[in-house]
Structure formats: C-alpha cells, structure tokens
C-alpha cells in the first residue's frame, strides 16, 4: 500500500484542531485516523489529539491474524475507550466542558478493511466504480436530508450545516458506526475532515483521483482546492492506495 497525507489550519483560524495519524505493521496492515475536534479554545485540540493517541495505544498490539469481525470488534472497542478518555478529561477540567471530537478510522489489509466513524469526518472509497461515500454524517444536515426537508443543494449552503448530532467525548455512553469494504489493486481509500468535504465536491474528488499523478500531489492538491475555495476551516486528508509499493512501518501523526 501507498500512504499520503496532508493537515493544514486553514486560512482563517489560528489553531489546528484536526488530529491525524497514520501508521503501518510489519504486515503491511494500515491504520488510519482523522479527528477533527470541538469545543473552543484549547479544548477542540485536546480532544482530537486525546482521541487519535488513545485509539492507537489500544490498536498497537493488534494481533495480526483477527478475522474481519474480531478486527471491527477490537475497532468499536478502541473508539469507546477514546469516547471514555475524553469525556473523563473534559469532566475534570471546567475549561475544557463540552469538548469533543469527531473521529474516522479504518483498519486495512490488502483484501479491504473495516471502519468506524462519529460525526461528520467521512471514508471515501475510489475504485472503477467511481468516487463513494462509505460513511453517513451524524449531523443536522444530513437528519434533514434523510427527511427530505432540504435538498443536497441547499444542504451545501444550510447556515447549520456544522451542527452534529453525535462526537466523540461529550456523552459517557455514545453509538458509533461500524463499516467495511473490498478494495482491488489501484482502488484508493480516502479519510478526511469536514474542512475538505465542505469545499471540494465529491466530482472534484473523483476528477483528482483520476489524473496520473502521485498520490502525495492528488492529496496536495485537494488540500490546495480547499484552500482556493476559502479555507475556513481546518482541512485534513489521508490517502491509502491499494498498490504493491512498499511502505514504512513508522508512524506519521499530527
């Protein structure tokens, strides 16, 4: 697999509150995380870094030969522990009251891999299918939608389009969403905030998939488009090709 990936503040606000990592095992077995936090000054940034170092302790000595259902039970598990971790952070530290975070995160083998999200952070999969959306946003937005109270027009522009209806870390006991997927070889799985999706549309995305350029510029360049576009928030993108290049079993985060 082929790992890129790129966070950026923005260009309005002055602190970072998107948290990523991204790391690989001696199997060639991928984690990756985006978080992207909430709650005000200092807090949204803890929450989303509290998130992503808690889920990668608890998926560090994952064994190698899970099935698909072990691998997304000890995923659900990892995600809670994250959920029980902030929450107990912001209730003892007044400062911090409210924080929370979204979180998307998928464990990846050469077959496919398995998901779990909260919030409006979302897993994209390309493959010659075209460009897929694989998670659903927990947010107002997206209940609106459902209902057919707006349209996907209008839910481009809706003024409370940032509203979430579930996050991580502002409830003891939360309900996260668990996922998987097939992937073939050239198919590329992209993670990635609300800061990306909100400025660049899903064709973009696709048209940016296509084109034979590495896989660092196609990130590059999404990150850019979103920057071009206004950048009002923060934009975090991890991109995961199914190629056969080698990759390092280091860890990137940030």
């Known amino acids: 697999m082929e790992i890129a990936m790129k966070s950026h503040v923005g260009c309005v606000r002055q602190v970072n509150e998107d948290y990523f990592a991204c790391t690989a095992d001696e199997t060639g077995r991928v984690l990756a995380i985006v978080a992207d936090g909430m709650g005000g000054h200092q ?12 889920i990668l302790q608890e998926l560090r000595l994952v064994d190698r ?23 107990s952070y912001a209730e003892s530290h007044p400062e911090c009251s409210g924080m929370g975070t979204t979180v998307v995160v998928a464990l990846i083998n050469q077959e496919g891999g398995v998901t779990a999200h909260i919030g ?19 947010s107002l937005v997206q209940e609106l939608l459902k209902s057919g109270q707006i349209t996907v027009q209008e839910a481009s522009f809706h003024p409370r389009r940032n509203v979430l209806m579930r996050a991580l870390g502002t409830e003891r006991n939360v309900r996260i969403d668990l996922g998987d997927f097939v992937w073939s070889d050239g198919d590329i799985v992209l ?4 800061g990306l999706t909100n400025k660049v549309p899903p064709a973009v995305m696709e048209t940016w998939m296509q084109k034979p350029i590495p896989l660092q510029e196609k990130v590059d360049g999404l990150v850019q488009y979103a920057l071009d576009a206004g950048g009002e928030d923060n934009i975090t993108l991890i991109a995961v090709s199914n190629t056969a290049s080698a990759i390092d079993a280091g860890q990137e985060e940030g």
Do not use: I
Request: hydrophobic share 35%; charged share 30%.
């Open 191 to 194: 993670l990635c905030s609300d």
């Open 120 to 138: 409006d952070s979302r897993l994209y999969l390309y493959s010659e299918g075209g460009l897929r959306q694989q998670t659903e946003d927990h």
């Open 65 to 87: 030969d899970l099935t698909p259902v072990d691998e997304r039970e000890v995923l659900m598990n990892a995600v809670m522990s994250a959920n029980e971790a902030v929450y």
């Open 43 to 54: 807090a949204g940034d803890v929450a989303s870094r509290m998130a992503v170092e808690r």
